[in-house]
Structure formats: structure tokens, C-alpha cells
């Protein structure tokens, strides 16, 4: 008899799509979570070329799309345990917010809330963090609400900085902690 997968991903990404595939490539084994789609706001997005070869079905939308709330009619439809954004960078409309308290998740690239914001994303986080003299950096794993990283912290994971890092070695070391603890983290807020 086959194990039926009860609990629901919809992962929404807008870039290359490497913590969309790790989500992906953790979920593969288990029998109790699946990842039932992909969003993008990107049609020519790499996480779609990703999300092919591990045969999970993705729609690209644009902004109008977005703004009619026809991407809230899909969620409504599919009613996703959680929803995470993985490299997602446009803001969650209210409706969508509203409809699934604490059901979408973020992953941010520093340690909150230092660091965030609107256009607090990629290469300027961590050129911020330089910039900053900080001593160290990590990843912020939060509940997304009406303000760009301000929801509430599920988890966070730090790494020093060191004195001679550049911003591709930060943000190579902050992707490995993305990539390692992102999946584990949404498992355990599904069980």
C-alpha cells in the first residue's frame, strides 16, 4: 500500500532555486511531506530548471497576476501546510498574510533584526554586515508578516565573521548554514 503524504509544502523563490532544490531533495524521502508546487515570480528563474528535474510542477506569474490575487486563488485551492520562501524577494500581500497566519516562512540571510529590510537581499546583506564591522553573521529563520523581516524568529544560526572575508566567502558560508538548516527547521514546524 502506498504511504500517503500528508502535509503540504508550496515553496514560492525567485532566483536560482538552491534552497528551493534542498527543500525539495529533504522532502524526496519522507512519506508524511510533500512539496506540491513551485512558485516564481521569474519565468526564466534557475530554480525552474531545478524544480524540472525533480518533477514538482511550477507556474511563473507577473505582477498583475500577483496583484488580482490569483496566485491566493491557487494557495486557497491547494491549502498548503506551509508555504516558504526560499529567495523570494516581493512582498507577501495582506490577503495572502491574512489567510495563512503563521503558514509562510522566510529565510533571511543574516541575523535579524539586524540587516533587514526592504532590499535587504543577496550581496547587499552581506555588504552590509562588512560594512557594519560585525562580528558575526548567519541566517534568521522567521514567520513572514506585513513587514519585510519583522515576523516572529523561529531560528537563527550564527558564524563569525572573519577580519580578511569578502562578500562571496560570507555568502557562500551563510548559503551552506541555508542549505543545512532550512529543511530541517520547516520538518520540524510540520510535525
Do not use: C
Not at 524544480?51 to 490575487?69: L, M, T
Not at 509562510?104 to 560594512?131: C, D, F, T
Not at 572573519?162 to 510535525?191: A, G, T
Amino acid at each position: 500500500m502506498e504511504n500517503k503524504k500528508n502535509k503540504k509544502i508550496i515553496i514560492f523563490a525567485s532566483g536560482n532555486g538552491t534552497n528551493a532544490e534542498e527543500i525539495i531533495k529533504h522532502f524526496e524521502k519522507k512519506d508524511e511531506i510533500n512539496v506540491q508546487l513551485v512558485l516564481t515570480n521569474n519565468n526564466t528563474a534557475g530554480v525552474l530548471k531545478r524544480v524540472e528535474n525533480h518533477k514538482i510542477p511550477a507556474i511563473s506569474f507577473n505582477k498583475d497576476v500577483y496583484k488580482q490575487n490569483l496566485v491566493l486563488e491557487i494557495l486557497n485551492l491547494l491549502n498548503p501546510d506551509l508555504i516558504v520562501l526560499a529567495g523570494f524577494i516581493w512582498k507577501i500581500p495582506n490577503s495572502i498574510i491574512s489567510q495563512f497566519p503563521e503558514k509562510i516562512i522566510n529565510i533571511h540571510p543574516a541575523l535579524l533584526p539586524k540587516h533587514g529590510g526592504k532590499g535587504m537581499y543577496g550581496e547587499a546583506v552581506h555588504e552590509s554586515v562588512i560594512r557594519s564591522s560585525d562580528s558575526e553573521t548567519g541566517i534568521t529563520i522567521h514567520y513572514v508578516n506585513q513587514n519585510y523581516d519583522e515576523g516572529r524568529i523561529i531560528f537563527q544560526k550564527s558564524i563569525n565573521v572573519r577580519v580578511m572575508d569578502s562578500i562571496k566567502n560570507i555568502s557562500m558560508r551563510v548559503q551552506r548554514l541555508e542549505h543545512k538548516y532550512y529543511p530541517i527547521i520547516i520538518e520540524k514546524l510540520l510535525n
